[in-house]
């Protein structure tokens, strides 16, 4: 659902990554590698206007090829983007294809203590996940758990929660979490309300919404 004020970009259900969120316009997912292909699979049949994904794989643009480019920002690198070790920049190899003399290897973002940013790749996708989450009201969560190495993209959630109309839906396989837990991850005022809902990601939680 876009924030008010906000021009709309689809003429689709909003929703963010794999899920069906019977709303207005604009929501955006956050996905993991956690996810699993034949539970994601279940949800590509709903709009999203927008995918937030960690999955190194290409499974949101299989399940949502209108949202291919702009719309599906990849913040942990992607399978086809490399690094260049002369340059030290990296590339879409479909798009590019590595020279046979061509020193290259995986550009993959790793837990954040580990991985260094080499040059603007990352950059543009972390920018563009801001942008997306400012224009953003419902941010829906599916397997993602918000660990401690991934303190940026919490950060980023951190802030979106700030807004008055902003709504969290965290969709929790495990059962184990509740809305104190998540705004304990993403270390939000402890004595403020948030508007958080956690469901499950069977068929009976999801007809609820």
Not at 2 to 20: E, Y
Not at 21 to 34: K, L, Y
Not at 103 to 114: K, N, R
Not at 165 to 187: A, F, V
Request: a neutral charge; charged letters at 20%.
């Amino acid at each position: 659902m876009k924030r008010q004020g906000q021009a709309s970009n689809s003429s689709g259900l909003g929703r963010i990554a794999p899920c069906r969120i019977q709303i207005r316009q604009g929501a955006t997912i956050v996905q993991s590698q956690e996810d699993d292909r034949a539970e994601c699979q279940s949800w590509s049949n709903r709009a999203f206007d927008n995918v937030l994904t960690t999955n190194y794989t290409g499974l949101s643009d299989f399940l949502f090829p209108k949202l291919i480019g702009n719309s599906c920002v990849y913040l942990s690198g992607a399978l086809w983007l490399f690094e260049s070790l002369g340059s030290l920049t990296s590339r879409d190899v479909r798009k590019e294809p590595i020279a046979a003399d061509e020193f290259v290897f995986p550009f993959l973002m790793t837990q954040v203590p580990i991985k260094p940013i080499i040059d603007t790749t990352q950059l543009r996708s972390f920018s563009k996940a801001i942008e997306i989450l400012d224009n953003t009201v419902l941010l829906v969560v599916l397997g993602y758990s918000f660990c401690e190495s991934d303190s940026h993209i919490s950060a980023m959630v951190r802030d979106f929660m700030q807004h008055s109309n902003s709504r969290l839906i965290y969709l929790d396989h495990s059962r184990d979490e509740t809305p104190s837990t998540i705004k304990k991850k993403l270390r939000l005022n402890p004595e403020h309300s948030y508007n958080i809902d956690i469901l499950g990601t069977g068929d009976s939680d999801i007809n609820r919404l």
